[in-house]
Structure formats: C-alpha cells, structure tokens
C-alpha cells in the first residue's frame, strides 16, 4: 500500500507545484544563483525531443505508463520485489505527473534549472518527476544486478 502511495504522492505534490508555477512565472534564484526557480513548457519529450510530433509524444507517454502500471500491478504478486516496487513506485509518480500534463496541458511544466552546473547540462530545465524517473530506473537497474 506505501508504495501506491509514494507514487500518489509525487504526484500530487508535482501538479501542485507545477500549477503554482503556471499561476506565477517570475524566476527566482538560490545558492547564489546555483539553482533557478523557472517556468518552461516542454512540448516534447526529454530535452524537447518530439515537440514537432505532440501527437506523437502523448501517445507513446500514454502507453508506457499504462504498460509501467501493469507491470507495478504484477509486482504485487511477487514475494521479496521490494527494490523495484519501490523504484516503479518513484518511476510511476514521475510517469503519471508528466503525463498527465502532456495530456491536461499539452505541454510539461519544467520548473528547476541549475545554470552554474557544466557543459550543456546548465540549459536543461527538470521537474521533480524527471528526478523521480530518473531515481527509479537506477532502482530498477540496481536491483537487476
């Protein structure tokens, strides 16, 4: 039950953080400029991949987190699958969030940058949910080995 929860709960918090970002756009600096508090709309996939195929996107995003979700169902009947209900559960509340923006606003709401990072990795602008995608397939890759 706690893991539907994580993913329920990251979902929440990111739309509600997501709307809050959509109601005000003014950017906002911390760290002495380290991270940045912004407002962009990725009409594509990772790094604005597909945003000449919108259609596209929402589709495929569509599919797999449906396809995720069966899978995390199936884990239920798994004794000892811990490790990757738990990363499936960070993996799916990051899923559903961005999904549900691609679907809701035809865009995702990317929100953190951090332009005194390196290389090109300073221009790219994230959410919590692609942290936590990000965070749940290396729980998932970890646990595989």
Do not use: W
């Not at 995390?72 to 990051?94: I, V």
């Amino acid at each position: 039950m706690h893991y539907i929860l994580l993913s329920a709960g990251i979902f929440v918090l990111e739309t509600f953080i997501k709307q809050k970002r959509e109601e005000n756009t003014q950017d906002k600096e911390y760290l002495n400029g380290k991270t940045v508090i912004t407002t962009y709309h990725n009409y594509g996939a990772f790094l604005n991949g597909g945003d000449k195929r919108p259609v596209l996107v929402k589709l495929v995003s569509v599919i797999l987190t449906i396809v995720l979700s069966i899978l995390f169902a199936f884990t239920f009947t798994k004794y000892g699958k811990k490790e990757l209900r738990t990363g499936l559960s960070f993996l799916l509340g990051g899923a559903y969030s961005n999904t549900y923006d691609r679907v809701k606003r035809g865009y995702v709401v990317d929100y953190l940058s951090f332009p005194k990072l390196p290389g090109k990795i300073k221009y790219i602008v994230f959410n919590i949910s692609d942290f936590c995608i990000m965070i749940g397939a290396c729980l998932i890759v970890i646990k595989q080995k």
